[in-house]
């Protein structure tokens, strides 16, 4: 028996405030034999276009935008407060420069065709991309958002939409 129940978004009973912000992500695409990973803490959950949504921001430096942009499906894995360090160690290194299942010690699982997520996982979204918009400084209203910026290195927002929702049993 898989590891995970597959539910509804919408039967879904999570903060998205506290899953983002402060028990962190791993976005994470490409296929299990070419993939890549990275943490966020800013992003959404919602509705949009009449279909269940996330927004994600990866940086134009950031490895796996090059896998999100070549790939139409993206994960986004949440983690139980025990991998903090993994977490931690997936956001401060580049998958350029190093292996992140082995110095993590994550075990990438492929939980959908043509996605990559992990075992280690409590709560996996699969998500299929929908729309992109790169922010741009001229938009920002407030102007406390340009001091997220000192390197000019703008997001690239990404909308998904929510395709499967895997709970860990």
């Excluded at 690239?156 to 395709?163: A, F």
Aim: net charge neutral.
């Amino acid at each position: 028996m898989s590891k995970f129940k597959e539910v509804s978004p919408n039967d879904l009973n999570e903060s998205a405030f506290r899953l983002i912000g402060k028990e962190w992500m791993l976005i994470t695409a490409g296929t299990m034999e070419s993939w890549n990973t990275m943490t966020a803490s800013w992003g959404a959950m919602g509705e949009l276009w009449k279909k269940p949504v996330v927004f994600t921001f990866i940086r134009p430096t950031r490895y796996t935008l090059e896998f999100v942009e070549r790939e139409p499906l993206f994960t986004l894995c949440f983690f139980e407060e025990k991998y903090r360090a993994a977490l931690n160690f997936c956001g401060a290194h580049s998958g350029r420069d190093c292996n992140k299942a082995e110095k993590t010690g994550l075990t990438p699982v492929e939980v959908s065709p043509g996605t990559v997520s992990f075992e280690e996982a409590r709560l996996i979204l699969v998500c299929r991309k929908l729309y992109f918009q790169d922010l741009k400084p001229e938009n920002f209203i407030d102007p406390e958002i340009e001091k997220n910026y000192p390197k000019k290195d703008y997001h690239r927002m990404y909308v998904g939409e929510v395709l499967r929702v895997l709970v860990a049993q």
